[in-house]
């Protein structure tokens, strides 16, 4: 195709897109202006007080700039108007600019103020650890024992403040869904905590935004919020051991899982793998991405992982494996079992 008509015809998809809001729909969506949370809300108050100001500054020295070429040199400088122009320096360079920038100040310190505040007594807690480059999500019950362990994919429920405690397992990274709240970093050695309360069901995707290393890019997560009784049903799944092989292509595959090591860094509960250095598989068919989302959780997806985990994410801390076409159909049946 010319040059100018793919040109073009990017323009008019951009434009669609924008009409019809498609890129900035709820789910997956990574827009801080459409907030989900009270938190977010705030976040995005400011944003917009900033937005407006911004637009009034930028109206009003355009309309200077215009009326000083218009009548710049015509006239002669008189008393009067070095006066105003004395004035008009002191009051729209000094004064305003001046008051300006207390108030976004103040109302993002006041901001600042209320998202730090502690979370109310009944908060889920949630423990996140980061690792390069995917996202481990742990449950706790009211010890801080972990009953659950998932990752990449946090579900929460509506209406009840979620508090996450987050910490790293390397190096610096940072926790941020922009539709629920503003970023907090992960930090080596030490455990920083956030909180918000999600108020409607969707689906959020969250990024890793502290740059962590080779694919930090493809550090993402989401969070699916949803009524209590599903996200019961959902944690109670995950808190259950992994089902027992069904039949033997799924039995044949659990071989091939530990033939091959994966279980040096995976753990799938109700067997005897127990690495951790890698996701906890025990319910990865439960999941709707793979890799934090870099890919859809499919089984062409699943095998072209397997196979390669560095043709999908270079650098990924997976080997890639040697298997047969059998050994590998059976190890994605035993994968896809795991729901
Ligand atoms: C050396 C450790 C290691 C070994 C061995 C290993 N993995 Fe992984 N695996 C990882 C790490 C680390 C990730 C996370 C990669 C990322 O997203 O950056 C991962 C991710 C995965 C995922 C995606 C999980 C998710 O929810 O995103 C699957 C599935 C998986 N591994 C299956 C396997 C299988 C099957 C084997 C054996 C053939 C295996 N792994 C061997 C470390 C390992
Ligand atoms: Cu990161």
């Not at 729909?25 to 202006?33: D, G, L």
């Not at 007594?121 to 690792?131: K, M």
């Not at 994919?153 to 508090?163: A, D």
């Not at 899982?257 to 319910?283: K, S, V």
Request: proline share 5%; net charge neutral.
């Amino acid at each position: 195709m010319h040059f100018w008509t793919k040109l073009n015809h990017k323009a008019i998809y951009v434009v669609v897109l924008l009409t019809l809001k498609l890129p900035l729909s709820y789910a997956q969506s990574q827009s801080a202006i459409q907030p989900a949370t009270e938190q977010a809300r705030g976040i995005s108050y400011i944003w917009w007080s900033m937005f407006w100001v911004a637009v009034v500054v930028f109206v009003a020295v355009m309309l200077l700039l215009a009326w000083g070429l218009w009548c710049g040199k015509s006239k002669k400088p008189t008393q009067l108007s070095y006066l105003v122009s004395r004035n008009l320096v002191i009051v729209a360079g000094i004064a305003v600019p001046l008051v300006t920038v207390i108030c976004l100040v103040g109302g993002s310190l006041m901001l600042g103020r209320s998202l730090s505040a502690s979370p109310p007594d009944n908060a889920l807690e949630v423990r996140i650890t980061g690792w390069m480059w995917w996202w481990q999500i742990e449950y706790l019950d009211e010890n801080s024992n972990t009953i659950a362990t998932t990752a990449n994919e946090l579900h929460v429920p509506i209406n009840r403040p979620i508090q996450v405690y987050l910490e790293s397992g390397d190096v610096i990274h940072s926790f941020w869904v922009p539709q629920l709240h503003g970023k907090t970093d992960l930090i080596p050695g030490r455990t920083n905590s956030s909180w918000f309360e999600v108020d409607v069901s969707g689906t959020f995707r969250g990024q890793c935004a502290e740059f962590c290393g080779l694919q930090h890019a493809l550090m993402g997560f989401l969070v699916v919020s949803e009524p209590q009784a599903e996200f019961d049903a959902w944690l109670a799944n995950q808190q259950a051991p992994a089902q027992p092989p069904e039949n033997n292509e799924v039995l044949a595959g659990q071989r091939v899982f530990f033939e091959t090591g994966c279980h040096q860094c995976h753990t799938i509960r109700g067997t005897d793998a127990a690495g951790t250095a890698g996701p906890d598989l025990t319910h990865l068919a439960s999941r709707q991405s793979i890799a934090s989302v870099t890919r859809k959780n499919s089984r062409a997806h699943l095998g072209g992982w397997v196979a390669d985990p560095n043709g999908i994410k270079p650098g990924a801390k997976m080997p890639m494996s040697q298997l047969d076409a059998k050994e590998l159909s059976d190890l994605l049946d035993y994968l896809q079992s795991l729901h």
